[in-house]
């Protein structure tokens, strides 16, 4: 059982930052990989950035450079900075985590979190 829980989403002017924040609560063995995707309407969901365990990050390239994710492994959070922000960032952003029940299962189920509107407008 895992609980993602998304917040710092909001209403932001062009050229501004938000930084979201995901926090995992629940039983778990361990969290492997967490990361952010984001959707508009009519588009599918897609992914913005990963973070493995490890510190490992996988970023869209278009983002390097105005999004940062980062994790406490010991808080169970992932947070992504994001900066410069324009209107085509506006989204309904999403956190997910694979989580895994048991020691020896390396890949796990993804956890999806509600979702937090992000709005970049002026």
């Known amino acids: 059982q895992v609980q993602l829980v998304e917040s710092g989403g909001g209403l932001v002017q062009p050229g501004g930052s938000l930084r979201l924040s995901c926090a995992a609560s629940g039983n778990f063995f361990r969290i492997n990989d967490m990361g952010w995707y984001r959707q508009v309407p009519g588009k599918g969901r897609e992914l913005v950035v990963s973070?493995?365990?490890?510190?490992?990050?996988n970023y869209v390239d278009s983002l390097k450079g105005r999004f940062t994710i980062s994790r406490d492994n010991a808080k169970n959070t992932v947070y992504l900075q994001m900066n410069s922000l324009k209107p085509e960032d506006t989204a309904v952003y999403y956190c997910?985590?694979?989580?895994?029940?048991?020691?020896?299962?390396?890949?796990?189920?993804?956890?999806w979190g509600q979702g937090t509107q992000v709005t970049v407008s002026s």
């Open positions: 973070i493995t365990g490890g510190g490992a990050t």
């Open positions: 997910y985590a694979e989580v895994v029940n048991a020691r020896f299962t390396s890949r796990g189920y993804d956890s």
